[in-house]
């Protein structure tokens, strides 16, 4: 769902929505290492591994910070790839690693996250296999829900800003969609 007119300059309000957006994702970030740091004896995860790399649907707010960083270079795709696969992709390594969105930012991590009726855990099953297990808790996974929430928040300001209303706040656009704006075939 990418309207028409997707090169447009949002005003300054969404500008500042995406300054907004680019804090939250540096405290996430932070986290994450310092997650990976806990936990690295229980992690398969590293360069290659590419297990959690699909066509995910981002928000808006994340489709259009990827668009200014990217500011109009091309980037490598895979053009190959099958319906669930990561365009961005290429020989297990992903080329807009540094501007990725916040759900692969936390791949492979511990996520604590509210379910139904209960709080759940979730994290790859490549990680946290065979003995010394470590006590999963609140002060050693990522409080997925808490950070989901901001997200939301400031995406909703941020579609709420934008000329001609695009979308609504609960709109997400594929990954893929994304590649066909700043993708090049590899």
């Known amino acids: 769902m990418v309207p028409e007119n997707y090169r447009y300059l949002p005003g300054t309000t969404s500008f500042s929505k995406l300054t907004e957006y680019f804090s939250i994702r540096d405290e996430i970030d932070s986290l994450c290492l310092k997650l990976e740091e806990i936990h690295k ?3 398969a995860c590293s360069p290659g591994c590419h297990k959690c790399c699909m066509d995910f649907s981002i928000f808006p707010i994340e489709f ?3 668009l200014k960083e990217k500011n ?3 980037t490598s795709i895979n053009q190959n790839t099958s319906g669930e696969d990561c365009v961005f992709l290429i020989e297990g390594l992903c080329t807009i690693y540094k501007s990725r969105p916040v759900i692969c930012r ?3 991590l511990p996520l604590l996250f509210m379910g139904e009726d209960q709080w759940e855990l979730s994290y790859c ?3 946290f296999t065979g003995r010394n297990m470590p006590d999963l808790n609140e002060s050693n996974t990522f409080p ?3 950070f989901n929430s901001s997200l939301f928040m400031i995406n909703r300001e941020f579609v ?3 000329e001609n209303k695009p979308y609504s ?3 997400l656009i594929p990954l893929k969609d994304l590649g066909v704006l700043i993708g090049r075939s590899n």
């Open 72 to 74: 109009g270079q091309k």
């Open 41 to 43: 004896e229980h992690f």
């Open 160 to 162: 709420n800003s934008l």
């Open 106 to 108: 936390t791949h492979g």
């Open 144 to 146: 997925q829900d808490r």
């Open 125 to 127: 099953e490549l990680n």
């Open 64 to 66: 259009y910070s990827i």
């Open 169 to 171: 706040e609960t709109d």
